[in-house]
């Protein structure tokens, strides 16, 4: 019945349509910050005198957001957490992660040759992502693309984060463009479950933080390298316009 109900799905979406737009999720999907997180994360535990946590199980919780990835590391301690206590130390991270580790995610590979060719006069490119907006343009900033974006999205910018339509369906209220004119590239469960209820087409990143392969159906189009996806992506919008003027 699940792949029955993915079938249907796809069909129900334009996969030939033409592209408005190509919108990215940030965590995994443009930089790779799981590392600089978990170290973060447990920096503020071994000082309050718990245990570290391995990067490998905070791995999906990160899809959540910050908070819900330093809230599983809690969770994990061998030990209960006095509520209080946990409060205290999630506002250190937090503290710590923007003073010090913010910095350190870097771009995934080729992205900048990416954007660079996919910033087009006829092609938008937007974030729709569940960190918030501060370290969002602080991670933009430091990698010198936060010009490239016509539009942001963050954690509390929509009544429902991912893996609810609302965050997507803002971005694309923000850009003037329908459903069916969007490219969504994530690498979660979060993302593809977002796109699939928002009716946007979803282009998977493969080396991102999903659980398992399934995490991200259905997707039109899947990817390890971003050479990748701007090939097939600039092929996409080639073709449709021969098609049109055929």
Not at 23 to 36: A, C, E, K, Q, R
Not at 42 to 60: H, P
Not at 209 to 225: E, I, K, R, T
Request: aromatic fraction near 8%; charge should be negative.
């Amino acid at each position: 019945m699940k792949v029955t109900f993915i079938v249907r799905n796809i069909q129900r979406m334009n996969t030939n349509g033409h592209f408005r737009a190509v919108i990215f999720d940030v965590d995994g999907t443009l930089f790779d910050t799981l590392p600089s997180l978990a170290a973060a994360a447990n920096s503020v535990l071994v000082q309050a005198g718990l245990r570290e946590v391995s990067t490998s199980l905070l791995r999906t919780a990160l899809n959540e957001g910050l908070r819900a990835m330093f809230r599983k590391s809690i969770a994990l301690q061998t030990v209960p957490v006095e509520p209080g206590l946990a409060t205290q130390l999630e506002i250190e991270y937090l503290e710590q992660y923007m003073q010090r580790w913010l910095p350190a995610a870097p771009l995934y590979a080729h992205l900048h040759d990416a954007l660079s060719a996919l910033k087009t006069p006829d092609l938008k490119l937007g974030i729709c992502t569940n960190r918030d907006r501060a370290s969002t343009e602080v991670l933009l900033a430091q990698a010198r693309i936060e010009g490239v974006f016509d539009v942001i999205v963050g954690m509390g910018d929509a009544p429902h984060p991912k893996p609810a339509a609302d965050p997507l369906l803002l971005v694309l209220e923000h850009m003037g463009i329908s459903a069916s004119e969007a490219l969504f590239v994530g690498d979660s469960y979060m993302d593809a479950t977002c796109a699939q209820q928002s009716q946007v087409r979803f282009a998977a990143h493969l080396g991102g933080y999903a659980g398992q392969p399934g995490d991200l159906l259905p997707n039109v189009f899947s990817f390890s390298d971003y050479d990748q996806l701007t090939n097939w992506v600039l092929g996409h919008q080639s073709a449709t316009r021969d098609a049109c003027h055929a």
